[in-house]
């Protein structure tokens, strides 16, 4: 018998219509409907059949009903933008991290999250509440999937198909997700990833996510978490010049742009010298790129899962076989760690769950 919700998320995870699957697997649209909603099953031909079209194994479209993750749980940076089928792709692909992480937490002891959630209107607040709760005073901040994974937060990645979707976050369980597309520059993948953290502080339990307002907050949360006021108004002149915004970026390794903006927030930039210097600053390319940026950001909680498992005998392939889904599956969720770690294994000798911890340290 085929699960009506993962024929569902399987084929909105292809990005695929009724009309699509239909063509691929030779299955009408109005029987593909009525296996979705549980008014026909499909007999074991047709079943291949889907599986093959979908490129998930039988055994995932035959497990237990999963729960699909809810438009208005996620907070995605660009809504109007993303099609609907696009959103229904990545959030099918968010259950399958939530999915992940329940059959890892059943296995590994994950650090504990420690979001808070305020919901204080005023970012800036919000983002110095934050800082305050996680001792990171007013220096700049560390590397931030590291942060965000010390402190409970599952950090994954997104499907390269997913380019126009710079990143999304949700609320679970009470466990908080963020999603970042790998493809940005380090500097916007760190902006990402306070902005996802603002969202999940001031938003998600009790506020909308998808609203204009909520994004300019997470914004100003991002941008206040990166570049803390004291410390820019400490080392940045009034009036700066390109060349001193581009010297002082390494600094809290933002975006030029970033900098600008936060140098206007802070008043240490006028309407005239801000505009004046976004010119000058896309004149240079750094509008659409980061020309000498940082290097990207990755996990460091996945490696250690990774390791971990296989001293258990599960190397990634087993995991994804575990999970029923494919192993590009699992790669596209951890960075791409899953194709190029170490495989084999054998009998594990641990006793008990592994306890995986991530300590950054302000120097990062």
């Known amino acids: 018998m085929v699960t009506p919700s993962r024929l569902r998320l399987a084929r909105e995870r292809r990005g695929l219509t009724l009309t699509g699957l239909a063509g691929m697997s030779g299955i009408g649209a109005q029987r593909l409907s009525q296996y979705e909603n549980a ?3 499909p007999d074991e031909d047709a079943l291949r059949a889907l599986a093959a079209a979908l490129s998930f194994p039988v055994s995932f479209l035959t497990g237990d009903e999963v729960e699909e993750i809810p438009a208005q749980a996620v907070a995605f940076r660009a809504l109007s ?25 059943e296995r590994l002891t ?19 509440l934050v800082r305050g709760r996680w001792g990171l005073g007013q220096a700049p901040a560390p590397n931030t999937v590291h942060l965000l994974e010390s402190r409970g937060v599952r950090v994954f990645s997104l499907d390269s198909e997913h380019q126009e979707v710079d990143a999304f976050s949700l609320w679970r369980d009470g466990v908080p997700y963020v999603f970042l597309n790998t493809a940005k520059s380090g500097e916007r993948g760190r902006f990402d990833a306070a902005h996802e953290l603002g969202h999940l502080v001031m938003h998600g339990r009790d506020r909308a996510l998808n609203t204009p307002e909520a994004e300019r907050e997470a914004n100003r949360f991002a941008s206040a978490l990166l570049m803390p006021r004291a410390d820019v108004l400490a080392r940045m002149p009034s009036g700066a010049q390109v060349d001193q915004i581009l010297s002082a970026r390494p600094i809290w390794r933002v975006s030029a742009m ?8 802070l ?18 390319g750094y509008r659409s790129a980061e020309p000498g940026g940082i290097p990207r950001e990755t996990s460091q909680v996945l490696p250690k899962v990774l390791s971990a498992l296989r001293a258990q005998g599960l190397p990634p392939a ?16 951890v960075f791409g760690l899953a194709l190029t770690s170490r495989s084999g294994g054998g ?18």
């Open 267 to 284: 008043d240490l930039l006028t309407d005239d010298q801000y505009r004046a210097v976004c010119r000058n600053l896309a004149e240079l």
């Open 258 to 265: 970033a900098l600008a903006h936060r140098l206007h927030d």
């Open 110 to 128: 994950l650090p504990e999250p420690d979001v808070p959630t305020h919901g204080y209107p005023e970012p800036e607040t919000a983002a110095e």
């Open 318 to 333: 087993r995991v994804a076989s575990a999970l029923h889904i494919p192993l590009t599956e699992l790669n596209t969720l």
């Open 347 to 364: 009998r594990s000798r641990a006793t008990g769950r592994p306890a995986l911890r991530v300590l950054p340290s302000p120097a990062e």
């Open 81 to 105: 933008s993303t099609s609907l089928r696009k959103q229904r792709a990545v959030r099918s692909q968010a259950a399958l991290a939530v999915e992940l992480n329940t059959w890892l937490a």
């Open 39 to 41: 008014r026909a099953a």
